[in-house]
């Protein structure tokens, strides 16, 4: 259940033209400026950071509105599968409970029989999209991720695969001793469709030096995204929030990620993901408190609404990191995606989560109904699924492989 202040921001607040005069007028001049359409400078992001009693109802509303306005009152989701293939990773992240070495007692990592059975599976429950994630194993061969790729769309050659971090990525060009463009490119033409947002976390490289001092850094990550976007896979973007950042990290962080867009048009959505701290290195080790839940998991979702519009239009809430009842909450704080149905989930589930692995299409469409949206099934890039239900093309877009600057991902506007 929703606690009280909770359930006063969400549904016994204000309408926004009253929550705006009840905000200080610097504040409210600040979301009258994003409703119109400004980019938001980084000072006038910290500020809604900041915000709290009066401001935090207006920022919320400002959000919902926004939402409206760019997507109206459809939410999205995608009927996919997760694949974590391997835990065995050797780069030792302090936020992840996760990872195994090689010769630990449930060190795993998947077959390609054992794939390809999990992916079966997922189609015959009307999937679209297999999302591949996993540690960073070197015992994998040097094209493992060619290889895998290959023999699902030999097997599935109509399903969508959204596979491989930026780490991964970086991690398999080396292995492949491969420029990222050509190694990119090799992936997109074995079958890749679109590649996850994720490694990001805090895009600041000293945060990243206590969070992680061997992955991949802020530089590299952002070439890896670029250069993705350049030769046709689009991605999804991400932050990690609620650990050692301090709000300025996050501003910077959204800076970089509206830069890019800028530039390539290749994101398809924002996720903002709550840091799960029970079981990981740095909750242990006393260097972080767990994070307040519920009042500033919205503001972080309403901030980055309002932030990243008009660049990023789709943003993504997180059920498996909040709960299904706090992410029906977020749709009233800015998102529009209600994300996947997973029905497998290792990475946050190992460091405490406990929403589980799998929300059935019933189940969220019923969460989207009760705060008064209209649910509608998506693909991976945001276009919509036959009636029928049949798997949606996973082939390349028609703005073509090569293309260098993408174009937006189409809003649901209603």
Same mark, same amino acid.
């Given at each position: 259940?929703?606690?009280?202040?909770?359930?006063?921001?969400?549904?016994?607040?204000?309408?926004?033209?009253?929550?705006?005069?009840?905000?200080?007028?610097?504040?409210?001049?600040?979301?009258?400026?994003?409703?119109?359409?400004?980019?938001?400078?980084?000072?006038?992001?910290?500020?809604?950071?900041?915000?709290?009693?009066?401001?935090?109802?207006?920022?919320?509303?400002?959000?919902?509105?926004?939402?409206?306005?760019?997507?109206?009152?459809?939410?999205?989701?995608?009927?996919?599968? =997760?694949? =974590?293939?391997?835990?065995? !990773?050797?780069?030792? !992240?302090?936020? !992840?409970?996760? &990872?195994?070495?090689?010769? *630990?007692?449930?060190?795993?990592? *998947?077959?390609?029989?054992?794939?390809?059975? %999990? @992916?079966?599976? &997922?189609?015959?429950?009307?999937?679209?999209?297999?999302?591949?994630?996993?540690?960073?194993?070197?015992?994998?061969?040097?094209?493992?991720?060619?290889?895998?790729?290959?023999?699902?769309?030999?097997?599935?050659?109509?399903?969508?695969?959204?596979?491989? #971090?930026?780490?991964?990525?970086?991690?398999?060009?080396?292995?492949?001793?491969?420029?990222?463009?050509?190694?990119?490119?090799?992936?997109?033409? &074995?079958?890749?469709? $679109?590649?996850?947002? $994720?490694?990001?976390?805090?895009?600041?490289?000293?945060?990243? *030096?206590?969070? #992680?001092? %061997?992955? +991949?850094?802020?530089?590299?990550?952002?070439?890896? +995204?670029? $250069?993705?976007?350049?030769?046709?896979?689009? #991605?999804?973007? $991400?932050?990690?929030?609620?650990?050692?950042?301090?709000?300025?990290?996050?501003?910077?962080?959204?800076?970089?990620?509206?830069?890019?867009?800028?530039?390539?048009?290749?994101?398809?959505?924002?996720?903002?993901?709550?840091?799960?701290?029970?079981?990981?290195?740095?909750?242990?080790?006393?260097?972080?408190?767990?994070?307040?839940?519920? @009042?500033? *998991?919205?503001? +972080?979702?309403?901030?980055?609404?309002?932030?990243?519009?008009?660049?990023?239009?789709?943003?993504?809430?997180?059920? @498996?990191?909040?709960?299904?009842?706090?992410?029906?909450? #977020?749709?009233?704080?800015? !998102?529009?995606?209600?994300?996947?149905?997973?029905?497998?989930?290792?990475?946050?589930?190992?460091? /405490? &989560?406990?929403? /589980?692995?799998?929300?059935?299409?019933?189940?969220?469409?019923?969460?989207?109904? /009760?705060? /008064?949206?209209?649910?509608?099934?998506?693909?991976?890039?945001?276009?919509? +699924?036959?009636?029928? =239900?049949?798997?949606?093309?996973?082939?390349?877009?028609?703005?073509?492989?090569?293309?260098?600057?993408?174009?937006?991902?189409?809003?649901?506007?209603?």
């Amino acid at each position: 259940m929703l606690n009280p202040e909770l359930r006063a921001l969400i549904f016994d607040a204000p309408p926004l033209e009253h929550a705006l005069r009840q905000a200080k007028p610097a504040f409210a001049r600040i979301l009258e400026g994003a409703l119109a359409g400004r980019e938001l400078t980084a000072e006038e992001g910290l500020q809604l950071l900041d915000a709290e009693g009066r401001e935090l109802v207006a920022l919320l509303r400002a959000a919902d509105m926004a939402r409206a306005l760019d997507v109206g009152d459809t939410v999205t989701y995608v009927v996919n599968r =997760n694949i =974590n293939f391997t835990n065995v !990773c050797f780069v030792g !992240c302090q936020f !992840c409970a996760f &990872a195994r070495h090689r010769k *630990d007692a449930d060190a795993r990592t *998947d077959s390609l029989t054992t794939i390809l059975a %999990k @992916v079966a599976e &997922a189609v015959e429950r009307g999937a679209t999209e297999i999302c591949m994630q996993g540690g960073i194993n070197p015992e994998m061969p040097p094209l493992f991720y060619r290889d895998v790729l290959i023999e699902i769309k030999r097997a599935f050659p109509d399903i969508h695969i959204h596979a491989f #971090s930026p780490m991964e990525i970086f991690y398999g060009a080396r292995r492949a001793g491969l420029p990222y463009r050509e190694y990119l490119t090799m992936l997109r033409d &074995a079958g890749l469709g $679109t590649i996850p947002g $994720t490694a990001a976390e805090i895009l600041d490289d000293e945060v990243r *030096d206590v969070l #992680s001092h %061997k992955k +991949v850094d802020v530089r590299s990550w952002i070439e890896i +995204v670029t $250069t993705a976007h350049e030769v046709g896979l689009r #991605s999804s973007s $991400t932050m990690m929030y609620g650990h050692i950042e301090k709000p300025h990290h996050i501003v910077q962080h959204i800076e970089i990620l509206r830069s890019i867009q800028r530039r390539t048009g290749g994101f398809t959505e924002f996720v903002p993901l709550r840091f799960i701290h029970t079981y990981t290195a740095l909750y242990q080790k006393g260097l972080v408190n767990p994070p307040p839940k519920g @009042v500033f *998991d919205l503001k +972080v979702y309403a901030f980055s609404r309002l932030m990243l519009r008009p660049l990023i239009v789709n943003v993504q809430t997180s059920w @498996v990191k909040l709960g299904p009842e706090l992410a029906q909450s #977020s749709l009233a704080a800015g !998102c529009n995606d209600f994300g996947g149905t997973l029905m497998e989930e290792q990475i946050s589930k190992s460091a /405490g &989560a406990d929403a /589980g692995e799998y929300l059935p299409v019933e189940t969220i469409r019923s969460l989207i109904l /009760g705060i /008064g949206r209209t649910p509608e099934e998506r693909t991976t890039v945001y276009g919509r +699924v036959p009636r029928n =239900n049949a798997i949606a093309s996973s082939g390349r877009p028609s703005w073509g492989s090569g293309s260098r600057t993408l174009p937006p991902g189409p809003a649901f506007v209603h």
